[in-house]
């Protein structure tokens, strides 16, 4: 696609229940990313995969977040038992092999609220 | 622990008037610096990115600056408009021993409004 491409784009849950967030990178991006982003606040990193190298999961704040991604295409982001906490925008990025110097492009994000 | 801290936190100044913003990091070993424009409820936007041998690059109105012995960047946004309105993210890449790997550090941003 034109762009990095996230679904759904509004999502309201209750507590206590299971979310999963999809990210669609631009073709050809090896290099993907998840970040959070809570109203007001900065971007934090939770999870970065590149290519068929192991995920750098150092940014998951607990257990109940978990993230998956098909070869070097489509990753869901899953939150189990979701708490208002996790109320915030989900956005995931993607970059050319995650090289040095190359644009890194960002989605629109998933808004998560959680009542 | 690898830290990015931007300063202002807030700005507010007139439409046609120029501004700058200021980035100063720790992250080692550096890779690149990027600045980002994000509007609000909108994903991040790349302005530009430098690397450690630049000391300075320009995309339309905006300019970067790079010191990286002081470890200080600066976004100079140039004869401001109503659409500049935004929080603008400073960016650090730290340079990981895989090669192809870098790990990024956001700052929190500077929020921007320009007015009438």
Redesign the interface.
Known sequence: GAG?SQSPSNKVTEKGKDVELRCDPISGHT?L?W?RQRLG?????LI?F??N?AP?KSGLPSDRFSAERTGESVSTLTIQRTQQEDSAVY?C?SSF?????N???????SWLTVV | KNQVEQSPQSLIILEGKNCTLQCNYTVSPFSNLRWYKQDTGRGPVSLTIMTFSENTKSNGRYTATLDADTKQSSLHITASQLSDSASYICVVSEFLNTGTASKLTFGTGTRLQVTL
């Open positions: 990095v290099a990313y970040y606040q900065g971007l934090e990193f970065y590149q290519g190298s750098d956005l990025a092999q995650g090289l040095s110097g644009t890194i492009y960002f989605g629109e994000g």
